[in-house]
């Protein structure tokens, strides 16, 4: 039975034996419509509190999940007992965890057999379902809309928004019976599957722009062997002293007996520019930076944008003009030196993670290095000098300026361009289609256990 609540269009009256915290959102909602019953979600899960002592074992190495706010519960890192200073929690397969203080944004997850880890930071809650209700379809159902409206509506705190169990426990679910949450489920897993190919038809289609360079430019790579032992390299062929630069010369000396002559970036480089090292805010005032993850798989990400206020003589020095091709010097190591086009008509400026190139446009066509880069052709010099300093990978940019690159006549990049511009289009496609096909199964998932 749902909580009897009197409404009227300005005033809801709710009766006192139903008053389990005194705050006004949660009774100013409206209340869960669906065909199934409605049960307290306390009597449906249990608290699991199973803490261990991981420093009782201080040589051992223990395994510590994480919980995204994208992604759910992750294998976060490996550890050493003795440096795990707090008892940790103990996850099983299909218990649920989450973040008290950022459930609103999504933050929880199910431990799955995929995950080998089984350790989680006491901060969490952790909590497993009764037979009753599939841990899965209450997890899915915490991805909905209307539940993760619950969710806010159910928070307490005035700073930080806060969800106890004891308040979790309070919330209403729908319950169908489990015949039903299994073809909930089978329904939702359908179109996750057919999304899953469509975005691996996508990665498979990206791979074929790096083929097609290859091929184009007739470039060919060696296979990286293991070195053992030791290495001997020329003097006069050094230009930096470390010790994975020299392992992987070989790797690139396919780039200079290719088809056409090769020239180092400095000689088509107008100028390189590093961004602001400030603050900037997450409230949409002032002009948007781009920052490192604003950088993806050659192109702009403007999905998670931040801002700073820039006076007129800033910005006559720091905003970005189309045709500007941004480097991403800092980052993890497969994610460092991807780069993007500033093609945007707006006013944007960048962080100091990134470098700006201006090019020679009548030497080179800025796309056509900005798909260099992004392939085998610029990884394999990336990988030979970014230097990995806790963590991220670095490249500055006087050593950006010593890449090299296959450099045909414009006309050449400008149809290397045209046909790699065709399989991004079909990429665009097949990844649209998949966003499409996710969205679609959470919606259809809610809109099959709640009524409006």
Known sequence: MTTDIENTSSIKYVKFHDIELWDVKRYSSEKIKSNYPIV??????????????????????????????????????????KKINQPYKKM???????NPYRINVGSIGMRTKEHKNKYISPAYVVFSCKESLLPDFLYKLFKTQRFNKIIN??????????????????????????????????LYYNKIDKAIIQENEAKNKEQEINDFLLSELNIKFEKNKEKKGLTFTKFSDIDRWAADY?????????ISEGKYQIQKVKNFLLSSQYGLSVKASEKPMGTPMLRMNNVSNSQLDLSDLKYIKLNDEQKNKILLDKGDLLFNRTNSK??????AIFDLDDEYTFASYLIRLKLNTEIVNVHYINYLFNSLIGRSQIDCISRQVLGQANVNAQELQDFVFPIPNLGIQEDIVSEINKI?????????????????????FEEAIFKN
């Open 40 to 81: 307290k979600l306390g009597t449906q899960i249990r608290e699991e509190s199973h803490r261990v002592k991981l420093s009782t074992f201080p040589e051992d190495d223990f395994g510590i999940l994480g919980v995204s706010n994208k992604i759910g519960i992750f294998d976060a890192y490996q550890e050493k007992g």
């Open 92 to 98: 099983e397969i299909d218990w649920l965890a989450y």
């Open 153 to 186: 509506e159910s928070t307490t705190g005035s700073v930080r928004q806060n969800l106890t169990f004891d308040i979790l426990k309070s919330l209403n679910i729908p319950l169908p019976p489990l015949s039903i949450q299994h073809n909930l489920l089978a």
């Open 246 to 254: 020299l392992f992987n010369l070989n790797s690139i000396k396919g």
């Open 334 to 339: 497969e994610l460092v030196g991807k780069t």
């Open 424 to 444: 991004k289009l079909k990429t665009e496609s097949l990844k649209q289609a998949a966003e499409i096909n996710r969205i679609n199964a959470i919606n259809e």
